[in-house]
């Protein structure tokens, strides 16, 4: 399938690894140049450089903490500079910490805040005004499945990431007329290390080993295993695309079957 992204910006947010470098590295496969960002300098460029050479597309690195205020729009900026445009943009974050209720902190509260939230509306905010001007953008969000079915454990990314969602609902509709597109990707259980670092938090607070704690994650999943980044990055790009122009305000699943709701 043609997705005609050949010679779109595409700016993946923390894409040094996990599910942001799947979608950079399947839309550099489609054509895309890339504006990466992500806190480790060092990782980051490195995976900027191997994609780059990879699919011969240039990729700008931007080491930058989204976390904090004003990083989002000045990794959007230099992205612009670089580029002159940003036409496709996915936002993502590493995992708020876990824990229940009590056990959070009003900082800790602020901090995921932050990161979680804040940064989307900041990078939001830095991308639109040049694609309401050229009618034409993308913008896709990483939340989770935990929106639509709370996961035990996850009080922080279970409110946090349903505020993104109903963020983006609304924006989708102010935007729609200018030919943009505000989706939702709700990963499952996928094979990356927010995984390992979940299945080690339960396995402390269980009192099992972190190896089982990765078996009851995967056994509630129907297709009884993990996802690969690569199978969410494939939605990723296909909602990027021309193709996907009729599609907005969505939130879509990569769980394996594990969300039960009809809809």
Request: aromatic share 4%.
């Amino acid at each position: 399938m043609e997705l005609g992204l050949k010679g779109r910006i595409a700016l993946v947010a923390a894409s040094s690894k996990g599910l942001g470098k799947a979608v950079a590295e399947e839309l550099a496969a489609e054509g895309a140049s890339l504006v990466l960002c992500s806190r480790g300098e060092a990782t980051l460029r490195a995976t900027a450089d191997a994609i780059g050479k990879r699919h011969n597309v240039p990729v700008l690195a931007v080491a930058a903490d989204v976390g904090k205020a004003g990083e989002a729009e000045r990794v959007t900026r230099e992205g612009i500079a670089r580029f002159g445009k940003i036409d496709i943009l996915l936002t993502n974050s590493g995992g708020p910490p876990a824990g229940p209720f009590e056990s959070l902190t009003r900082e800790t509260w602020d901090s995921a805040a932050a990161l979680v939230l804040s940064s989307v509306v900041e990078f939001c905010r830095a991308v639109l005004p040049g694609m309401k001007e050229r009618r034409w953008g993308r913008i896709l969000n990483v939340t989770s499945i935990a929106v639509k079915q709370p996961v035990d454990n996850l009080m922080l990314s279970n409110s946090l990431r349903s505020a993104v969602t109903g963020f983006a609902r609304t924006l989708a509709n102010e935007v729609a007329p200018f030919g943009v597109t505000v989706n939702n990707l709700m990963p499952g259980f996928t094979r990356t290390d927010r995984m390992v670092e979940l299945s080690e938090v339960t396995a402390v607070k269980e009192g099992i080993t972190a190896e089982q704690a990765l078996k009851r994650f995967t056994g509630s999943v129907p297709m009884g295993r993990m996802g690969e980044p690569r199978e969410f990055a494939a939605l990723a790009a296909f909602l990027a695309s021309e193709r996907a122009s009729y599609i907005t305000g969505q939130s879509m699943a990569v769980d394996g079957g594990w969300i039960r709701g009809l809809l």
